[in-house]
C-alpha cells in the first residue's frame, strides 16, 4: 500500500462500517454457533482417538500426524475462541466453554493440554498481540524478535536452517517461556512492584521466581501428562507398546509446533505486511492495521478451515477476536468487499507462499513495511 493511499483512508468511515458489521454478526450468533464449535471439537477428537488408538502398533508418521491434528484443533479451534470470550455471548451454551470457566482448576489438561497456561496466553495473545499488533511490543512480531538472525554474519542458507529447526520447537523454547515472562512483567506493573530484569537464562532457572513458574505450571505438568502418564496407559498392551506411544507422542508434538509454525507465523509477516512504531490514535486507526498487518489463507469451508485451525480468517479476527468462529466464514466476503470500497489491500493467498515471505523477513532477506507518516 502506497504511503498516499495509506493516509487517504477515510478512518472515521472505516470505524463505522466495521462496527456495523460487528453488530451485525453479534445480532446473529445463536446455538447453531455452538453447536459449531463443538463440530469442530468432535472432529480434533476423533484425530485424537484415531492417533492413539495406533500408535501403540508401532511408531509412524500417521498416527502422530493424527495426534498431532488433535492437539492443534484443541488449541486453535476451541481454547483460542472461548479463551477470546468468542462464546460468551452465545445462549444455551454449555458453561465450559465460556471465558471465566474454561480450563478453570481440575480442568486445565481437560479443557487446555498445552504448555502454556491460560492466564499467561490470554495476557501475552489476547492483549499483547491483538492490541499492539505490527509493534514492537507485539509478542509475535517476527521481524523484531528475530533481529538477532537478520543482523547475524551468518550465511543466508544457515539461516533458513535455523528457522527450519526453531519451527519444530517454537511452542516450547519461546511460546511458553515468553508467556510466562509477560504476565510475570504484568503482575508486577498491577502490584506496583518494580518491573523485574528478565533474562533468558533466568527464564529457565529453577531458582527464579519466573524460570519456576516455567517449570512447575508448564514444562513438568505438561510433559507429565504427554510423555510420561499417555504412554504409560498402554503399558497392558507391553512394554514396546508403551513406548511406541511415547515416540509417536514425540513426533506429533514436532509435527504440532510445525503445524501451528506454517499456519501462525506468516499471518502478519512478509514484504507487504505493515509493521508501526506507535501506538494508534483513533478506532479507524487500529482497525486499518488490523487489515494491513494481518493475512488470509483460502476460507470457505469446515473441512479447509479445520485444517488451518480457522487461523486463515485472521484479518476478520483481529477485527473481532470476540465472534464464534462459524460468523468469520459469514464476514469474510463482506470484509474483503470492505476494504475494496475503502481501497485497503486485502491480502489472501496460499499458506505456503506466505511462509515464505515471512521466512525471507526473519532471515533478514526482506524487511516489513512501515509507514512514513500517519
Same mark, same amino acid.
Given at each position: 500500500?502506497s504511503l498516499?493511499?495509506y ?39 476423533l ?8 500408535a ?16 492443534f ?9 472461548v ?13 465450559? $466453554? *465460556?471465558?471465566?470457566? #474454561?480450563?478453570?482448576?481440575w480442568?486445565? /489438561? @481437560? ?6 497456561? =491460560? ?6 495473545h ?10 514492537k ?11 538477532w538472525l ?25 511460546y511458553?517461556?515468553?508467556?510466562h515472562?509477560?504476565?510475570?512483567l ?19 532457572s ?15 505438568? $505438561? *510433559?507429565?501428562?504427554? #510423555? ?5 496407559? /498402554? @503399558? ?6 508403551? =513406548? ?11 509435527f ?8 501462525m507465523?506468516p ?46 480468517y ?22 474483503e ?14 499458506? #505456503? ?6 521466512v ?15
Amino acid at each position: 500500500m502506497s504511503l498516499h493511499s495509506y493516509q487517504s483512508v477515510n478512518r472515521e468511515q472505516l470505524a463505522k462500517d466495521i462496527t456495523k458489521l460487528h453488530k451485525q454478526a453479534l445480532a446473529n450468533i445463536g446455538p447453531e454457533d455452538f453447536n459449531h464449535l463443538k463440530r469442530m471439537e468432535r472432529w480434533g477428537k476423533l484425530c485424537s482417538i484415531l492417533g492413539y488408538g495406533t500408535a501403540w502398533i508401532m511408531p509412524n508418521p500417521i498416527s502422530a500426524l493424527l495426534i498431532s491434528q488433535g492437539s492443534f484443533t484443541r488449541w486453535t479451534q476451541v481454547g483460542h475462541p472461548v479463551v477470546h470470550r468468542g462464546y460468551d455471548k452465545t445462549k444455551e451454551v454449555d458453561n465450559n $466453554y *465460556t471465558s471465566k470457566k #474454561f480450563a478453570q482448576g481440575w480442568r486445565r /489438561f @481437560l479443557d487446555w493440554p498445552d504448555w502454556f497456561t =491460560v492466564a499467561g496466553w490470554q495476557h501475552e495473545h489476547n492483549q499483547l498481540h491483538h492490541y499492539s499488533l505490527g509493534e514492537k511490543a507485539d509478542p509475535n512480531n517476527a521481524q523484531h524478535n528475530m533481529e538477532w538472525l537478520r543482523q547475524s554474519s551468518l550465511p543466508m542458507w544457515q539461516r533458513y536452517v535455523i528457522v527450519a529447526v526453531f519451527s519444530g520447537i517454537w511452542k516450547i523454547i519461546y511460546y511458553t517461556p515468553r508467556t510466562h515472562k509477560e504476565i510475570h512483567l504484568n503482575t508486577a506493573r498491577q502490584q506496583g512492584k518494580p518491573v523485574p530484569l528478565m533474562t533468558r537464562t533466568g527464564a529457565w532457572s529453577p531458582f527464579t521466581q519466573q524460570g519456576r513458574a516455567l517449570w512447575l505450571q508448564s514444562i513438568l505438568p $505438561y *510433559t507429565t501428562y504427554r #510423555f510420561v502418564l499417555l504412554p504409560l496407559l /498402554f @503399558l497392558p498392551l507391553g512394554t514396546f507398546a508403551a =513406548v511406541s506411544v511415547l515416540i509417536n507422542s514425540i513426533l506429533a508434538e514436532i509435527f504440532t509446533n510445525m503445524h501451528s509454525f506454517l499456519v501462525m507465523i506468516p499471518n502478519h509477516a512478509g514484504d507487504d505486511v505493515m509493521m508501526f512504531d506507535e501506538k494508534s490514535t483513533s478506532r479507524g486507526e487500529f482497525y486499518l492495521r488490523q487489515i494491513l498487518g494481518s493475512v488470509n489463507y483460502p476460507t470457505g469451508s469446515d473441512f479447509n478451515d479445520f485444517f488451518y485451525g480457522w487461523l486463515n480468517y485472521q484479518v476478520e479476527h483481529h477485527l473481532w477476536p470476540d465472534l464464534p468462529l462459524s460468523q468469520y466464514q459469514k464476514l469474510q466476503p463482506q470484509v474483503e468487499a470492505l476494504c475494496e470500497k475503502h481501497n485497503i489491500p486485502y491480502i489472501q493467498e496460499s499458506v #505456503f507462499k506466505r511462509l515464505l515471505k515471512a521466512v525471507d523477513v526473519m532471515v533478514g532477506k526482506t524487511s516489513m513495511l512501515k509507514p512514513l507518516v500517519i
